[in-house]
């Protein structure tokens, strides 16, 4: 099924309006759609595939891209639990396509390791998305930062100042995720309490965007309902033009954006978005690990929501699993990296 997406101006044909919309969320002029949980599913899905070090169980698993090889996964695995903090493991993961580990490093470098990226050449872009809570010396000079590791693992850059929370130049406060585009440019989706209750207009909800170098260039965004402004911007991609896609949380919708952060369009038809893979044809595939947990999107229902951003598409629902992260390889297989009820690594094959 297609859907209108939101453009800039935030206006739609009547008819159009009517068919999507049911009602207007709080007064904002954020629309809500009827759920979408009814796309066929021709996955199966396989769990247990991937085996961890003898003695070493999974953890929450946020993050995970595929190796330029597109056979090869990276993932980011939180120790065990869902904190690194004072534990030795290896929470960067390469597995072969038949689950094998044949890569790992990052011990004692990060506290909650959480988006993960690929970049053009290879290296391996990690976010730590907490940092410093004054109880746990081991969590001191840690954490709030982006890191980029070659693929066997050397630290190469630092984003942000590890152990301070602060929505800076300098300074990172909770990133979420991070993307690279082809010609080196970074992208950091930054803050993630804005989906929080008591989360208002001080709370960290940006972009930040960074030279090849990291050197900061600008930023965009604040936390709120309008087109532009986020409540946790959760994951982000680039698509076949370049435009940078936002999977806005809080919101319950993408939102996309040319390289400067101007506002373009948005997607409501995929849920509450965690996860964001865009393929070259711009499919885009949309792990949603939180609709109708603790009361949040009622009616819709986790999985991995595909359709294609040219046209507004939702043609596919995976449904009983709640991914956290989403990639795809290059023969089609998809990896959702689950963070809830103990963590995995799932494997979803037509």
Request: charged fraction near 20%; aromatic fraction near 8%.
């Amino acid at each position: 099924m297609v859907f209108p997406q939101i453009p800039r101006n935030g206006l739609l044909p009547f008819v159009a309006l009517a068919a999507l919309f049911s009602t207007v969320a709080g007064g904002s002029g954020q629309p809500t759609i009827e759920p979408q949980n009814d796309a066929p599913n021709p996955y199966r899905t396989i769990d247990g595939w991937a085996v961890l070090p003898t003695g070493r169980m999974w953890g929450s698993t946020g993050g995970v891209d595929m190796d330029r090889d597109g056979q090869h996964i990276w993932v980011a695995e939180r120790c065990g639990g869902n904190s690194c903090a004072g534990l030795d493991f290896d929470p960067v993961l390469k597995f072969d396509e038949n689950g094998n580990l044949v890569e790992s490093f990052g011990g004692g470098l990060m506290i909650q390791p959480h988006g993960l990226h690929v970049d053009p050449d290879g290296n391996v872009w990690v976010t730590d998305a907490q940092g410093p809570n004054g109880e746990d010396p081991q969590r001191e000079g840690k954490g709030h930062a982006v890191l980029k590791f070659s693929a066997d693992g050397e630290l190469l850059m630092t984003l942000g100042t590890p152990g301070v929370g602060a929505a800076g130049r300098d300074t990172l406060d909770q990133p979420c995720d991070v993307v690279v585009a082809p010609d080196g440019t970074i992208y950091v989706a930054d803050g993630h309490g804005g989906q929080l209750p008591g989360a208002g207009k001080h709370t960290t909800a940006r972009v930040v965007k960074f030279a090849a170098d990291g050197t900061y260039l600008m930023e965009w965004g604040s936390h709120g309902t309008e087109p532009g402004q986020f409540r946790t911007p959760h994951a982000i991609d680039l698509d076949s033009s370049g435009r940078v896609v936002v999977a806005d949380r809080g919101n319950d919708r993408l939102q996309v954006f040319d390289t400067n952060g101007m506002f373009i369009e948005s997607f409501y038809q995929y849920s509450r978005p965690s996860g964001l893979h865009i393929a070259d044809d711009d499919t885009v595939y949309v792990a949603d690990s939180a609709s109708s947990r603790n009361g949040q999107h009622p009616g819709w229902e986790f999985g991995i929501r595909i359709g294609n951003l040219r046209n507004g598409s939702f043609d596919v629902f995976i449904d009983g699993s709640n991914p956290e992260g989403v990639a795809v390889s290059a023969n089609g297989t998809i990896y959702g990296a689950v963070v809830a009820y103990g963590g995995a690594l799932l494997k979803y094959v037509r």
